[in-house]
């Protein structure tokens, strides 16, 4: 099983930024897409971002409410995912986890996702 460990998370105010970060072992990041969900208080865990495998840049997709907003990317060589926000908003505040797929190409749905880590908490004030 992937080991996935997120970081990164804090309190802000609404209108700053925050990047996460999840480490990966080198045998478990190469040759996978991956993944970023968040779980906000009392609602289900919802997708936020996708990136697929590549060894240079790769294909990436948001879901709506953060396009524009944050930027996922991969470091291969560190294996590490980032998931860049900007212009954080109190809607924003949710645990958020990263996720692998043993695939090369982008999903949403969590079920896709066979390997998850244990979240890190985002919370944006107004």
């Known amino acids: 099983q992937v080991q996935l460990a997120e970081s990164g998370g804090g309190l802000v105010q609404a209108g700053a930024s925050l990047r996460l970060s999840c480490a990966a072992s080198?045998?478990?990041?190469?040759?996978?897409?991956m993944g970023w969900f968040r779980q906000a208080p009392g609602k289900e865990r919802e997708f936020v971002a996708t990136i697929s495998w590549s060894w240079v840049g790769g294909v990436t997709y948001y879901t709506d409410s953060v396009k524009g907003r944050c930027t996922i990317s991969r470091d291969n060589a560190k294996n590490t995912l980032y998931l860049q926000m900007n212009s954080l908003k109190p809607e924003d505040t949710a645990v958020y986890y990263c996720a692998a797929r043993d695939a090369h190409n982008i999903a949403t749905i969590e079920s896709l996702f066979g390997s998850w880590g244990q979240g890190t908490q985002v919370t944006v004030s107004s």
């Open positions: 080198r045998r478990t990041f190469s040759g996978r897409a």
